[in-house]
């Protein structure tokens, strides 16, 4: 009996599936403690679909990097001794949390869960079977997600594209182009999404247990019982980001993991439509109507999107100080035309003003609210709708360290922000702000100045 | 091992000389021809030549209906192609039409099959042009991988739990895993006539050892390769094809 296979040795069995098993491995050096995953291939019908969903994790986890998913350590010969060997990562699966959580907690949790979808997406990757069993929150509040079994990945051929089976346990998640059989929408995980945080927050699951193909087609018409018909203290803001990750029509959905993360994360700035205000589900008239609809929409060709660069996150720094500064104008005319390239953009703009040490603590609010208005002023010009615009005002000692960390945080893909020319020597302040903002971003920037005034004929426009 | 996998030539020099040292560089060690290698291009002549060094080195080379329709006349093509392949029979010598006329029109080795067009009936010039049509091929290669061209797309098929082929158009450049319990079938693109809009030649390398296969894009000077179909007094339509890769 081999308890050890290609150097690794074998453990306590930690988990016993339909699909396969998992150990404890140790005997090679990764500097992290490890799990052998091993299919079950009993020559069963299902045992080639198993071992084609086994294969696919084993192909996808060796090109994801970053903390959102376990790490790959090695894989065993398909055809001889299949496994693979991936990082154990500590702490239990989101299941095993009591629901219904604060939502403050839902709002936390998901927004992590986010962070970690948007990870993924921006390289190439679906998940496509996102519930509470296959996300384990790290100590530091991070996600990671588990279970790339049945995930797509842009680059590679998915062989799994004719299967339509689910894994136990994914009905209630599955989005409805899903049911349909797409399997290439970065959005269907935003919708899997929304079902995590209404289970969280309500602790009912909005489209209950199908059992049966008819009871997983409601999904193509459904519309789920609003969260606070369950809870009264369900935020409506929270509400409102549920929804919208539960529409049927994936164009109606976030367009974008990173704007459900920012959303969660700012609960104060999320538009609230009809979504946040209903109380009861859709009359008997209207799902009627969806229902009808559905018809013709499970018959229609499925669209295939997923694409995260299409729904960037841009974040302008405005020197709401200076209002009137003249490169105020130069920054708004780039920020336009870079918004002008993307349909689904978000828009955050930042104004940083310093906090001097010992301040008085009375004026704070004054302070922000100030800088509030000079904000939203700045922004009118522009005319974004007000669902894609978000306004910050950030108090720190280190305005070029709070650009960069808000950015992190909140999944920019690109800043804007103004820099005065070389031989403009009195706007240093301001130099050092862009020159640090450029030096330590960890997405891309774009750096205003403005137009060179060489032509004596032309002042200024 | 690498293999480099080079389809629809179709006489352009330049382009699989660019080709040929993409490969080089990504150390192919062993070579596979898969047909058309002449036919629209204004160098038949030196095509063949470099084609048949290489088959004197261990290369595979199969024959594709362009190399055919030099011995025989070919119904089937175009007025252009027909233009052409009467001006390239006149340009290349006798022992070239021979190398032409010899090729096999499939190969089988121990992992691989190599045909320009479908192993179902190879003489039919089938194009593999569906999952049906790729399964069809695939099955009467009877080998874990498949190699074609005739279809000047890059396409691979994979097969599926259930043995159905399931088509995935690749990205240039990204090794995709590929291991040999399943069953693949590439279609390796066109060197000399890419017509999906992108001008760039088209090869593909395989790694049959490690189960892998990367299709590439590459630039070459499509400009000149056109200038010489047009000096030529080939059809038009032949160079404008180069110089947009339509």
Redesign the interface.
């Known amino acids: 009996m081999g308890n050890e296979i290609d150097g690794f040795a074998l453990g306590a069995c930690v988990h016993a599936g339909a699909m396969g098993k998992l150990f404890e491995v140790t005997g090679r050096e990764a500097g992290f403690p490890m799990l052998m995953k091993v299919p079950i291939l009993d020559g069963a019908a299902e045992s ?2 198993t ?2 969903a086994f ?1 696919t994790e084993a ?1 996808i986890l060796p090109r994801l990097s970053g903390t959102h998913a376990p790490r790959f350590v090695a894989a065993g010969d ?2 001889s001794v299949p496994y693979v060997v991936i990082e154990r990562i500590a702490g239990e699966s989101l299941d095993h949390r009591a629901r219904p959580m604060p939502a403050a907690e839902v709002a936390r949790i998901g927004a992590a869960i986010a962070d970690a979808l948007h990870d993924i997406h921006s390289q190439g990757v679906i998940h496509l079977d996102l519930k509470p069993d296959n996300v384990i929150l790290r100590e530091d509040g991070s996600a990671v997600l588990l279970d790339f079994a049945l995930a797509h990945h ?10 339509h089976r689910y894994a136990a346990g994914s009905a209630p998640y599955v989005s409805p182009e899903q049911v349909r059989g797409s399997r290439s929408d970065s959005r269907s995980d935003l919708f899997a999404l929304g079902v995590v945080l209404y289970e969280l927050a309500t602790g009912h699951l909005p489209f209950g247990v199908p059992r049966t193909l008819a009871g997983l087609r409601d999904r193509l018409w459904r519309d789920p019982t609003p969260p606070i018909a369950h809870l009264r203290d369900i935020p409506p803001a929270l509400q409102e980001v549920i929804l919208r990750c539960l529409e049927v029509d994936a164009a109606r959905r976030y367009q974008s993991a990173s704007h459900v993360a920012f959303d969660l994360r700012n609960p104060d700035q999320v538009p609230l439509t009809e979504r946040s205000r209903r109380r009861m589900s859709l009359g008997f008239g209207e799902q009627a109507v969806r229902w009808w609809r559905a018809r013709d929409v499970a018959r229609m060709a499925i669209g295939s999107r997923g694409d995260e660069e299409a729904a960037p996150v841009v974040m302008v720094a405005v020197d709401t100080t200076h209002p009137d500064d003249p490169r105020q104008p130069d920054l708004q005319r780039a920020t336009r035309r870079i918004l002008s390239l993307s349909r689904e953009f978000r828009l955050i703009c930042v104004a940083v003003v310093s906090s001097p040490i010992g301040a008085p603590a009375a004026s704070e609010k004054d302070v922000q609210l100030e800088h509030r208005i000079r904000l939203r002023h700045w922004l009118a010009p522009l005319e974004v709708e007000a669902e894609r615009v978000s306004m910050h005002v950030l108090e720190a000692a280190d305005p070029g360290n709070a650009l960069v960390e808000f950015a992190g945080r909140n999944n920019v893909d690109l800043i804007v922000l103004g820099a005065p020319a070389p031989d403009e020597r009195a706007l240093a302040w301001w130099r050092s702000v862009a020159s640090s903002v450029t030096a330590n971003a960890r997405c891309s920037v774009h750096v205003v100045r403005r137009a060179p005034r060489s032509s004596p004929v032309n002042g200024d426009f | 091992m690498v293999l480099a996998l080079l389809a629809d030539i179709h006489a352009n020099l330049e382009a699989l000389e660019a080709c040929l040292t993409h490969a080089r560089e990504r150390g192919a060690d062993r070579y596979a021809f898969l047909g058309d290698l002449v036919g629209y291009g204004a160098d038949p002549a030196a095509v063949v030549e470099i084609v048949a060094e290489h088959a004197a080195r261990g290369a595979v080379v199969v024959k594709g209906n362009h190399d055919a329709a030099i011995a025989h006349e070919d119904g089937y093509l175009n007025e252009a192609a027909t233009a052409a392949i009467e001006w390239s029979r006149a340009m290349l010598s006798p022992a070239q039409r021979d190398f032409l006329e010899m090729l096999p029109l499939i190969v089988r080795e121990e992992g691989a099959c190599f045909v320009h067009a479908s192993a179902a009936m190879p003489e039919r010039w089938d194009y593999v042009d569906s999952a049906g049509a790729a399964e069809r091929s695939s099955h009467a290669a009877g080998r874990p991988y498949t190699f074609s061209g005739h279809v000047h797309d890059q396409v691979l098929y994979g097969a599926d739990a259930h043995r159905r082929m399931i088509s995935f158009v690749p990205r240039p450049g990204f090794s995709i895993p590929a291991p040999s319990h399943r069953d693949w079938l590439a279609l390796a693109g066109s060197v000399g006539q890419p017509r999906d809009g992108n001008p760039s030649a088209a090869y593909a390398t395989a790694d049959l050892g490690r189960g892998s296969i990367t299709f590439h894009r590459v630039p070459y000077d499509n400009l000149a390769a056109a200038a010489k179909i047009r000096a030529a007094g080939l059809p038009e339509v032949l160079a404008y094809r180069l110089e947009r890769g339509v």
């Open positions: 080639a679909e071992l084609l294969e192909m398909v055809s842009r680059a590679l051929p998915d062989l799994l594209a004719q299967e």
